[in-house]
């Protein structure tokens, strides 16, 4: 019933834009609007493969398959990631230079990007699978944000 969104999270340090982190949301429920505050399902995006992590609802979590349709989603990969980031960070880039952080509400659809919309409050939901860790790592950019410097992936990673 609803328009299934990528969410795809921007952040600008500098003159570098890089995308840190992203989630598919699955309506239930037979709502027309797919969020978790109207029952959808949040899948996490691996940001570097596409590949999609566990679901979690208001309901519960370690979703596998859509728990009404039974359509597996976990594991699957997001056909044309790699254009999907491009387009988000093309996007960011046209945003005004103060707005640092922006989540892009995108669909994909026969090989065409659609952006539904941009969020100045993109939201940061709890993730089922605690290994992906992008809670430490969204941390990170904020600190690099803050003290307005780029930081590479070395630094990403290492939970400072």
């Not at 328009?3 to 890089?18: E, F, K, Q, W, Y």
């Not at 880039?93 to 922006?102: D, F, K, N, T, Y």
């Not at 919309?117 to 992906?132: A, I, Q, T, Y």
């Not at 941390?139 to 690099?144: P, Q």
Request: aromatic share 8%; net charge negative; glycine share 12%.
């Amino acid at each position: 019933m609803a328009l299934n969104p990528l969410r795809v999270t921007t952040i600008r340090i500098g003159d570098r834009i890089d995308v840190c982190y992203a989630f598919f949301t699955a309506g239930s429920q037979g709502k027309i609007i797919a969020n978790d505050c109207s029952s959808g399902i949040v899948f996490s995006v691996n940001t570097e493969t596409g590949e999609l992590g566990l679901g979690q609802s208001r309901w519960g979590n370690g979703f596998v398959e859509h728990p009404e349709s039974g359509v597996e989603v976990a594991g699957k990969r997001i056909p044309d990631w790699e254009n999907i980031k491009a387009f988000c960070r093309d996007a960011h880039s046209h945003a005004p230079e103060g707005i640092g952080l922006i989540g892009w509400d995108v669909c994909w659809s026969a090989g065409e990007i659609s952006l539904v919309e941009g969020n100045n409050g993109p939201g940061f939901p709890e993730l089922p699978n605690k290994k992906e860790d992008q809670w430490k790592m969204m941390k990170n950019y904020l600190n690099c944000l803050e003290q307005k410097k780029v930081c590479d992936e070395t630094t990403m990673n290492k939970g400072e």
